[in-house]
C-alpha cells in the first residue's frame, strides 16, 4: 500500500513563496512518476506539475510555468514543488498523486492520493 502525506501549506501574501512537501511510505516510490494537482472550491480538480520516475522530465500546466518548480529526492520517498511569485488564483487545496504507468497531466493516470494541503494567497 502507498501512502501520501502532503506539508508545507499555509497563508501566503501576492508575490510571496511556498514549499510543498509530499512523503510518501512504500518501498517502490523510486518507480512512480509523482503529480501535483489542485482544486479549488467550487472548481474541478486541474493538473499543475508532474515529475518521471527518474526525475528527468518534468511538465507543468501554463498557468505556473515559469513560477513552480517540481522535484524529487528519491533516498528520502519525497517529492517538491517550489511556488514563487504566487497569485491569488493559485489559492486551493494540492494534492500530490502517483502514477505507476510514467508521467502525465491526466487525474485518470494517478493510482494514489494524497489528501491535500491548503495554500491561500492574499491579494
Known amino acids: 500500500q502507498v501512502q501520501l502525506v502532503e506539508s508545507g501549506g499555509g497563508l501566503v501574501q501576492a508575490g510571496g513563496s511556498l514549499r510543498l512537501s509530499c512523503a510518501v511510505s512504500g518501498r517502490s516510490f523510486g518507480s512512480y512518476a509523482m503529480g501535483w494537482f489542485r482544486q479549488a472550491p467550487g472548481k474541478e480538480r486541474e493538473f499543475v506539475a508532474a515529475?518521471?520516475?527518474?526525475?528527468?522530465?518534468?511538465i507543468y500546466a501554463d498557468s505556473v510555468k515559469g513560477r513552480f518548480t517540481i522535484s524529487r529526492i528519491n533516498a528520502k520517498n519525497t517529492v517538491y514543488l517550489q511556488m514563487n511569485n504566487l497569485k491569488p488564483e493559485d489559492t486551493a487545496v494540492y494534492y500530490c498523486?502517483?502514477?505507476?504507468?510514467?508521467?502525465?497531466?491526466?487525474?485518470?493516470?494517478?493510482?494514489?492520493w494524497g489528501q491535500g494541503t491548503q495554500v491561500t494567497v492574499s491579494s
Open positions: 515529475i518521471s520516475w527518474s526525475g528527468d522530465r518534468t
Open positions: 498523486a502517483a502514477a505507476r504507468n510514467g508521467i502525465s497531466y491526466y487525474i485518470y493516470s494517478y493510482d494514489y
